[in-house]
């Protein structure tokens, strides 16, 4: 015998004649063994049955030890199925963050994201791209916002009772100054990013309120979006309303900060968590600042002087798209603007009453009706709001109460003339009967005019 360097050991090869005399003997020997162990087999068995026998267990017996043993290794089963399943998502996930592309709508992954600007915030109007901005017509004459009785922005257009309220939001009130006002409250750090933005543009969504109010840049599209509310939409208004506002003393400028992103992935509807990704960039938001907050020298300003000042701040949508904030083509329209958080009363040029068929620019001689409405709303120019005329609509409940009252009768009464009535239409029937079949004659009236200037020329 003799080892290798790698210390195992190995058999040494035997001659042929050796090998098969070996063999033999082995055959033999198990051969031999064999024949034992069928000699000890009766033997074994006589010991067998000089035991006790024991009952054997019954199948219900039987079928709990099964249940308990794979009880008790379902655990493991589960873990491990568990395991499998958390490392397959995990590789999508993987898959889906370098490619840069979202989950199906049937995938089970859900992707959150939250954004939130870092550090210094910048808000600059002097430098070339604010200017090369503020000097072409990127920026329309007008803006113009539909507003109705449901709409969830808050206007002082309608009637208070027709405020929006909101469970997140239960001490919301429209301040005085402002035309209009969003659910959400602005911040700046937290809602100029892309999942705010984009959040706003999704159409008719009550979760997390958005702090964004939308305008358009013409008035036809306000007018197609308010007969779209008057007529189609599911939320119904017939008190619709288009606003203009001022856009002249509104001056380029650029919001400029560290974005810190967040992406999350989870399991739908589940507390699974995946994994998730940190990446932070510099982000160059376009806005549009009223000119009463910025400098005469055009110097930069903070988000708190801007917080403080009170100006309206607006996006338009189709610069957005070209920025690196990188908002999606699919949302909104590019002939959209945004107003941050509120829209103030100094800005409207006019309000302008939709009657359902048509928008009316300017006061008439002829009262404005909404056409559609099953109650009498007519515009009031002074208050710039839809009012209901009480005096119609007393008019009318006082014609419905006497309608009412004609239909009242005393019981007794009710009776009396019932018997009565029974007793004509009886005594009618015996004379047509006693008369035979009856004839009857059509008697066509006219008037003779001028018999009747006749008669009044003599009488006169």
């Known amino acids: 015998m003799s080892s290798t360097p790698d210390s195992i050991v190995l058999p040494t090869p035997l001659a042929p004649e050796e090998s098969e005399e070996q063999s033999n003997e082995e055959l033999g020997t198990e051969e031999s063994h064999v024949e034992e162990l069928q000699a000890e087999e009766p033997q074994a068995e006589e010991h067998q049955s ?37 490392r397959r998502l995990l590789e999508t996930v993987v898959d889906l963050h370098e490619s840069g592309k979202r989950p199906s709508k049937d995938s089970e992954i859900e992707v959150l994201r939250k954004s939130v600007l870092v550090g210094p915030i910048k808000i600059s109007f002097s430098e070339d791209k604010e200017l090369m901005r503020g000097a072409s017509n990127m920026r329309p004459k007008e803006l113009f916002r539909t507003g109705y009785e449901t709409s969830i922005t808050l206007s002082s257009y309608v009637t208070k009772d027709t405020h929006a309220k909101h469970r997140q939001v239960p001490d919301l009130i ?28 999704v159409w008719n969504k009550k979760r997390e309120p958005s702090s964004f109010i939308s305008a358009f840049d013409g008035a036809d599209h306000a007018i197609r979006r308010a007969r779209f509310h008057y007529t189609h939409s599911q939320r119904i208004g017939h008190r619709v309303f288009v606003a203009a506002i001022d856009t002249s003393t509104l001056v380029a ?32 938001v376009p806005v549009w600042i009223r000119d009463t907050v910025v400098p005469a020298d055009r110097s930069n300003i903070t988000q708190e002087e801007l917080a403080t000042s009170g100006a309206d701040m ?19 329209h590019s002939y959209e603007w945004l107003a941050c ?37 007519f515009w009031d120019w002074k208050l710039q709001m839809w009012l209901l005329d009480h005096d119609i609509q007393s008019d009318a409940r006082s014609d419905v109460d006497k309608a009412n009252q004609k239909r009242k009768h005393d019981a007794t009464e009710d ?25 009857l004659t059509i008697i066509r009236p006219y008037l003779s005019y001028q018999e009747l200037f006749a008669k009044a020329s003599d009488a006169a």
């Open 174 to 201: 429209i301040d005085e100054k402002n035309a209009f006002q969003s659910v959400g409250k602005f911040k700046l750090s937290e809602d100029l990013t892309l999942e705010r933005i984009e959040r706003h543009l």
């Open 415 to 439: 009776e009396d003339l019932r018997d009565v009535q029974v007793e004509k239409r009886a005594k009618s029937d015996d004379v047509a009967l006693a008369q035979g079949p009856l004839e």
């Open 341 to 377: 958080g509120s829209v103030p009363k100094a800005c409207v040029l006019r309000v302008m009453p939709f009657d359902g068929k048509a928008l009316h620019p300017f006061e008439g001689l002829n009262p404005i009706w909404s056409l559609k409405s099953t109650e009498p709303w």
């Open 314 to 332: 607006w996006m338009s949508i189709r610069e957005l798209r070209k920025s690196n904030v990188e908002v999606t083509a699919s949302r909104g």
């Open 253 to 284: 400028a650029t919001v400029t900060s560290q974005c810190e992103s967040t992406t999350s992935y989870e399991v739908k509807n589940s507390a699974f968590f995946l994994r998730s990704y940190k990446k932070t960039k510099t982000v160059n």
């Open 50 to 86: 000089e035991e006790p026998r024991t009952e054997e267990p019954q199948a219900g017996e039987h079928q709990a030890q099964q249940d308990g043993v794979a009880r008790a290794e379902s655990p493991t089963i589960e873990a491990s199925k568990s395991t499998a399943y958390r």
